[in-house]
């Protein structure tokens, strides 16, 4: 091995023949190679960098290397050896060896033999050089004292190659290059890419430098006009308004479409003559497009039980409801990406849809915005007016949403059953936009004219009556119904809710003033009649302010205990009655079962005979639907008369009358049909319905019993009247679940598919 050179591995520069380079090395396996290197007698070494970097290895080192010289060595006080090496020639490699943890190799000199044009090539290097020094500003000239001594092209290629920047992968092709005038034309071509960058480099420095004087002119003849405008008295603010604009539009996170457009009009803003009637219009679109929260979200809260906890604390029951949004919440945890849901609440006035939405931007810690659509008939009240017109604004979701200060708040949308169509527009297909999940990232509001992401944003809408909400909206909310409170439900409110907080609005305690539930019931029943508890807080606020009048006023009493007496000594007579069941049993009387937004409550059908032409006259104020029921009612009885034992003869000489009580009260729907039905057998018969029953249900003319809607109301009023049997259609046999358990304990529920069972139950009890 003693006749073989240790290899020395450069990876980040390259040693050329006839230079001279000083190395640093701290790793011990250099240290060793080079104190090897120092005992041998002529201290030469074997210079390769391989092919690719950071590979080590036989395979990646080159054909070609250079023969080097260690002409010094040092160890410095840091750790460190430093190294004077000597390149001396280039050679060629016959073979790699491994010995031990080094390196060792076979080489060749190289016979580098010149051309006969070499000298040219000698020459027109030499001018690039010069030309090249006085050109590129960070190339000294020290290489020129270095020339005297070159008189081959083989060594002025290797001599220029080590003092140009050139990068460290370029640089190696050099030694592996043997043929001079190969090396010089990589050369030229090197240095001419360093002469046109450092050209274009001249020429933006120089406009660079021309944009900057013409900057700095203009600021000069800005600032003199102002100066001129001041002492002439008429100096505004325009120019710092600018300023100011223009570093609030650097500090936006809109995306950079959005703030191009908005330098593009503080442009115009900015060129435009102060009189010109457009500096407002575009100084209101800044304002606007300035205060949008782009990009600027809320956290949502990820403790679910604290949702719950402050769903809870404000609502009672609403089950429905809080589920869904627990389950959003839920999902959106466990993905972390979820669209938030399109929520529309229906139900009758006071059953808190409002004030719930609100809770729900509460417990998920959002701002809250909110609109009411309810008598709209413009659509630019949703989607904005186009900038061209005076006095033109965004609509009325882009105005929430400013409000609101966030891209993702809770939005109400209020009364959206209320909406008008006319010439102006349809307001409703307007908010398709807004509610459509599948294209509310991209809404576009007219006055802005830039896409406004809406997918973060949960909107909640409420309603009155389903049916009301246009239909193509209905297709993209998850409606969730709310049922007016029964009185069981107010009971639990008023004694959980209302009562604390008008005790603690009005400074008393329960040490002072206390409602037992019949007084409580009483003011459900007697003083208000909602489908809410909006008029009851009021009741008990009046009720408690007549107590702290009462308490400062007199001192003798310090404790009330508010009952049915007290309750009427304060707040007068009783304001509402409930239809109440006849005394006896009685012909041509049957109880029907009404829901009203207020609740439910039985509903009387009477009818009569007497000598005519067998017409069918109606009373009560009764709508289409109810007189459809009544002819229906008629017709399928006369077409089994002899099954209901009913002789023929009674419906060609007689008129029959009927009426529904309170006919100052509208009234419709179907599900008064099984009830009209027992009532003209009854009168037909001249059999008596025990006042005890009632039955609700819409008959076919086939006898067929279907469904109905707000059975839970609807037995909760008969059950206050004092009914003890109600017939209700199989189909609403699952909605009994819903009603409480004291109420199903003191009523019997049949259920039935046709009216025949109604009937045979009915009368055929009777006959027995």
Not at 101 to 117: G, H, M, P, Q, T
Not at 179 to 200: G, H, S, T
Not at 336 to 346: E, G, Y
Request: charged share 30%; with cysteine; glycine share 6%.
């Amino acid at each position: 091995m003693e006749d073989k050179l240790l290899v020395l591995i450069v990876n980040d520069m390259v040693i050329f023949p006839n230079n001279e380079v000083r190395i640093e090395y701290d790793n011990s396996y250099d240290k060793q190679m080079i104190e090897i290197v120092d005992k041998i007698e002529d201290n030469l070494m074997l210079i390769v960098n391989p092919i690719e970097d950071g590979s080590i290895g036989v395979t990646s080192f080159p054909k070609y290397g250079v023969l080097g010289r260690l002409k010094l060595k040092m160890n410095v006080p840091n750790g460190k050896t430093r190294i004077v090496i000597e390149g001396i020639e280039r050679v060629e490699i016959s073979s790699y060896m491994e010995d031990g943890n080094f390196y060792r190799a076979d080489y060749r000199k190289v016979d580098i033999l010149e051309e006969d044009d070499a000298k040219d090539y000698f020459n027109i290097l030499v001018k690039s050089l010069d030309n090249y020094i006085v050109k590129v500003p960070y190339m000294g000239n020290a290489i020129m004292s270095q020339l005297n001594g070159i008189d081959t092209l083989n060594d002025l290629c290797d001599l220029i190659v080590s003092f140009l920047p050139i990068k460290y992968e370029d640089k190696k092709k050099y030694i592996t290059t043997i043929d001079p005038i190969q090396r010089a034309k990589y050369l030229m071509e090197d240095m001419n890419r360093d002469l046109k960058f450092v050209e274009l480099e001249q020429k933006i420095e120089a406009e660079v430098e021309k944009e900057l004087n013409d900057t700095q002119k203009e600021y000069f003849l800005r600032e003199k006009i102002k100066l001129m405008q001041k002492e002439l008295g008429e100096a505004n603010n325009k120019d710092s308004e600018v300023e100011r604009l223009t570093k609030k539009i650097s500090k936006l996170k809109c995306n950079a479409k959005v703030k191009e457009k908005i330098k593009r009009e503080l442009n115009r803003y900015d060129n435009l003559n102060s009189n010109s009637p457009e500096v407002g219009m575009i100084r209101e679109y800044l304002d606007w497009m300035i205060h949008l929260p782009w990009n600027h979200y809320t956290k949502d809260t990820n403790d679910l039980v604290r949702v719950k906890r402050i769903l809870d604390s404000s609502h009672y029951a609403l089950e429905e409801v809080k589920d869904r949004i627990l389950e959003y919440l839920a999902v959106k945890q466990n993905t972390n990406n979820l669209r938030s849901p399109i929520i529309c609440l229906v139900g009758p006035p006071g059953v808190g849809k409002t004030s719930l939405a609100i809770s729900i931007a509460k417990s998920l810690n959002r701002k809250t915005a909110k609109i009411s659509v309810g008598g709209i008939n413009d659509e630019a009240e949703i989607v904005g007016h186009r900038r061209t017109y005076i006095g033109a604004n965004p609509g009325r979701i882009i105005q929430g949403i400013r409000k609101a200060g966030t891209t993702n708040p809770v939005f109400i949308i209020d009364e959206i059953d209320k909406m008008t169509k006319d010439i102006k527009g349809d307001p409703a297909s307007s908010l398709l936009e807004v509610l459509d999940p599948e294209q509310n990232n991209k809404f576009s509001d007219h006055y802005i004219e830039e896409e406004f992401d809406l997918s973060q944003v949960m909107f909640i809408a409420t309603a009155n009556y389903v049916e009301q909400i246009p239909y193509e909206l209905r297709d993209r909310l998850e409606i969730i119904e709310l049922s007016s409170y029964t009185e069981y439900e107010k009971l639990d409110i008023a004694k959980n809710h209302l009562i604390p907080r008008e005790l603690e609005e009005h400074g008393l305690t329960s040490l002072q003033v206390q409602m037992d539930d019949e007084a409580i019931m009483t003011l459900i029943r007697n003083y208000t009649k909602e489908a809410g508890v909006r008029e009851l807080e009021r009741m008990i606020a009046s009720l408690f302010r007549k107590i702290v009048k009462k308490l400062l006023l007199t001192s003798d009493v310090a404790f009330y205990q508010i009952d049915n007496e007290m309750i009427e000594e304060l707040l007068g007579k009783k304001k509402f009655t409930y239809m109440e069941t006849s005394q006896e049993d009685e012909v041509g009387v049957v109880n029907g079962m009404a829901y009203t937004v207020f609740g439910g409550d039985i509903l009387p059908i009477e009818a009569t005979l007497f000598k005519g032409k067998g017409d069918l006259i109606l009373t009560g104020s009764l709508g289409d639907v109810m007189q459809e029921s009544c002819h229906i009612a008629l017709n399928y009885i006369k077409s089994n008369a002899e099954q209901f034992h009913i002789t023929t003869d009674i419906f060609e000489n007689h008129d029959i009358h009927i009426h529904v009580p309170e006919g100052a009260v509208n009234k419709d729907g179907p599900s008064a049909g099984v009830t009209i039905t027992t009532t003209l057998i009854s009168l037909f018969t001249n059999r008596k319905v025990p006042k005890k029953i009632a039955m609700t249900g819409e008959i076919t003319l086939r006898g067929r019993v279907l469904g109905i809607g707000g059975l839970k109301e609807k037995v909760i009023g008969a059950h206050r009247a004092g009914i003890k049997q109600v017939f209700i259609p199989d189909e609403n046999e699952k909605d009994l679940d819903d009603i409480p358990e004291e109420i199903k304990k003191d009523i019997r529920f049949i259920s039935v598919n046709n009216y025949s069972e109604i009937f045979q139950s009915v009368f055929r009890e009777e006959d027995d």
